[in-house]
């Protein structure tokens, strides 16, 4: 950094996902602090899967923004949608294989919006969307899948990253959209807020 540049603000990350810092990492971004937001991520009701993950990524990013007003912040919220339903993170088992038998042999998409707060609250941000076809699922597949335990903690039961992309037949989009922070839309809001070089 040469003298007369104004020093870097803190980066931080407000997501508590290790897929989120991977993603990160693979574009040469590291964050100085990873501050997971802790706020209410129940969608309302008729809310768009869209809406949710705009208003959430939103919120994530000025809970964290709000005690660290010197900062650039960083938060994303990962949502799939089938149809008008949202498949948010499933709580057991039995939902884990719901939400596959809901996948299967179906298109859906998955959307995450980016949201990025620099120092002086300018907030820019970006919704990005994939949509993905699994085959048609066995009875056999969707007891493996619960049975990998992979459907925990994740957006829809499943981890396109793992096993699960055997079923993917197709897909349109960004692939890290999918896997929770789409690096394309991310590297250009870094930017655009000077963190990344044009
Ligand atoms: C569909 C899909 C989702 N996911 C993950 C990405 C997100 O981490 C998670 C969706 O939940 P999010 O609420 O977006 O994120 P999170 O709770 O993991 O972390 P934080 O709120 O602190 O940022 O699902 C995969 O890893 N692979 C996939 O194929």
Not at 55 to 60: E, G, Q, S, T, V
Not at 77 to 89: A, C, N
Request: charged share 25%.
């Amino acid at each position: 950094m040469l003298g007369t540049e104004r020093p870097r603000p803190a980066f931080l990350l407000a997501s508590g996902s290790p897929r989120r810092i991977e993603l990160l990492a693979r574009i040469g971004v590291t964050p100085d602090q990873v501050r997971p937001a802790d706020i209410d991520e129940t969608p309302r009701k008729t809310e768009l899967p869209r809406q949710l993950a705009e208003r959430l990524a939103r919120a994530k990013a000025e809970a964290v923004a709000a005690e660290a007003t010197d900062a650039l912040v960083l938060a994303a919220d990962t949502v799939v949608g089938v149809g008008r339903r949202i498949l948010g993170k499933p709580a057991d088992e039995a939902e884990a294989a719901r939400f596959l038998g809901l996948l299967s042999g179906r298109r859906h998409r998955v959307m995450t919006a980016v949201c990025l707060m620099q120092p002086g609250g300018r907030r820019t941000s970006r919704l990005v969307t994939t949509i993905l076809a699994f085959q048609r699922l066995t009875q056999a597949q969707i007891e493996d899948h619960v049975a990998s335990g992979e459907w925990r903690g994740v957006a829809g039961g499943y981890q396109i990253q793992k096993r699960a992309e055997m079923y993917v037949r197709f897909l349109s989009g960004s692939h890290s959209n999918v896997v929770g922070l789409p690096l394309f839309e991310t590297a250009q809001l870094l930017r655009g807020a000077g963190w990344l070089r044009p």
